[in-house]
């Protein structure tokens, strides 16, 4: 029977959890090391007692290695700066029960960044979590709203669409990559109208189209629509975006069709 804790203290430490050294801030999950815990210590250093700090006095003369650390009465030396050996394994040492081990990386994870339920998963299968111990976990942290896979995709859509000038499909497309439900990204995306699209698309050619001057003009055109295509922008409007450009800069554009670039 698997053993189950107060699960307070881990839905209270989700938003002040310490950040681990492994936790990667990009968009897929991650956890550094081969461990739960890195045992990384804050505030630990080389610094001696009156505030100079190591391999050198006040008047810059060399300690040979022999520098002081003053310690408070009945402290004993230790070597790694201040954290003895015993107590930075036992930092270092990982929940044995898998549901403690399952709440320790799940509560890494998301204090570095935002996550799907299916990345939480995926995380928690490369560390050989039992499937029931992460089943319990995941839902769990559903139930009490560290894991919300609508408020994830609808804040993905918000970052992507202002900050890369990604359109609907590309934007539809990443969310299916993190395991969002098609439903949820259904309404994420529809956020997004027709003519927000379209004013975003005019934006990023404005940038674009400089970059492209004494090339031919039809090389301008691919270029120019195949950047928006990347971008998940329909074919229709990125041709029609492309050619008001370069009509607006003195191209001829009345020649060109409207074949596929």
């Not at 492994?22 to 897929?28: L, P, R, S, T, Y």
């Not at 998940?232 to 050619?243: D, I, K, T």
């Amino acid at each position: 029977m698997t053993r189950r804790t107060d699960w307070a203290e881990y839905e209270s430490a989700a938003s002040g959890a310490p950040r681990g050294r492994g936790i990667a801030g990009g968009d897929g999950p991650a956890v550094g090391g081969d461990t739960e815990y890195d045992g990384i210590t804050e505030g630990t250093g080389p610094e001696d007692g009156d505030g100079a700090r190591a391999g050198g006095s006040r008047d810059g003369r060399p300690r040979g290695g022999r520098g002081r650390r003053r310690r408070t009465s009945g402290e004993a030396p230790a070597a790694d700066g201040g954290a003895s050996s015993s107590s930075r394994a036992e930092r270092e040492e990982p929940p044995a029960d898998p549901v403690e081990r399952a709440r320790a990386i799940c509560l890494r994870l998301l204090t570095g960044t935002p996550r799907t339920r299916k990345q939480l998963a995926d995380a928690l299968r490369k560390r050989e979590i039992p499937d029931e111990a992460a089943e319990e976990v995941l839902s769990r942290f559903e139930e009490v709203g560290l894991i919300d896979d609508g408020a994830f995709a609808d804040a993905w859509v918000e970052s992507r669409h202002h900050g890369r000038g990604l359109a609907r499909r590309a934007l539809a497309r990443e969310l299916r990559t993190k395991g969002v439900d098609p439903t949820l990204i259904d309404a994420a995306v529809s956020q997004l109208d027709s003519e927000q699209e379209e004013a975003t698309a005019r934006e990023l050619i404005a940038r674009k189209v400089r970059a492209t001057r004494g090339l031919d003009r039809d090389k301008r055109l691919r270029r120019l629509a195949g950047m928006l295509a990347r971008k998940g922008y329909p074919e229709g409007l990125a041709l029609r975006v492309v050619r008001q450009a370069l009509e607006e800069e003195g191209e001829d554009t009345h020649l060109l069709g409207d074949e596929p670039f």
